[in-house]
Structure formats: C-alpha cells, structure tokens
C-alpha cells in the first residue's frame, strides 16, 4: 500500500493555471502507475490524466486533453498535475490514485488500488 496526499488546490479564475501535487509515501513511488481523478458534486468520479511508472507513457482525459500535463519525479516520490486555461466547470475535487500496473484502462477509478484524500480546486469565472 502507498500513502498519497495531494496540495495545490485552490480558488483559481477563470482562464488561469495551477499546480496540483501528490506526495507518496510506503512502498516503492517508482513502481507505480499514478492517476489523477476529479469528481463534482453529484457526479462520478472523472479520469484527468495517468502516468507510467518511468514517466515515460501518460494518457489525459478528453476533457482536459491540451490543457494538462502529468508529470512526476520518481526521486521526489512525487506527482504532478500542472492544468491551464481553466474553466468553471474544472471545479472539483482532484484526487491522486495509484495502482502496479499500466494498462489499457488506466481511466477507470476502479483500477487503482490506493487514493489520496483530494484537494478542491475552484474555478470562478
């Protein structure tokens, strides 16, 4: 098991930039596959970006497609999300996620096998 805890989120305007952040603690950081996920109220939860274990591979979801980019540093034991041109409806709660594999369904919240607690970004117009 790995221990995730995400920073960076925020109030942010419309338009602007930010830095999400997902320390990792536990077993080995550069085994895992690492994902980010955002859920709304009253929505399900939503597959943001994953990264391979090297770095090397990263997948994005279509609504943040050319607006983010996942990055991580496997000496820092650390993930990021840098996101921009955000808009009102990027408000939500990010979370990071883990799991030991890269596959073809790294957007599915149910694949990873560990979750942080979330950090609220708000995007106001």
């Known amino acids: 098991q790995v221990h995730l805890v995400e920073s960076g989120g925020g109030s942010v305007q419309m338009g602007g930039s930010l830095r999400l952040s997902c320390a990792a603690s536990g077993r080995p950081f550069s085994y895992y596959t690492m994902g980010w996920f955002r859920q709304a109220p009253g929505q399900e939860r939503d597959f943001v970006a994953a990264i391979s274990p090297s770095g090397f591979s990263t997948n994005y979801g279509t609504s943040v497609k050319g607006r983010a980019a996942v990055s991580r540093d496997n000496a820092k034991n650390t993930v990021y999300l840098d996101m921009n041109s955000l808009k009102p409806e990027d408000t939500a709660v990010y979370y990071c996620?883990?799991?030991?594999?890269?596959?073809?369904?790294?957007?599915?919240?149910?694949?990873?096998?560990?979750w942080g607690q979330g950090t609220q970004v708000t995007v106001s117009s």
């Open positions: 996620a883990a799991k030991t594999t890269w596959t073809v369904i790294n957007y599915l919240p149910s694949a990873y096998d560990d």
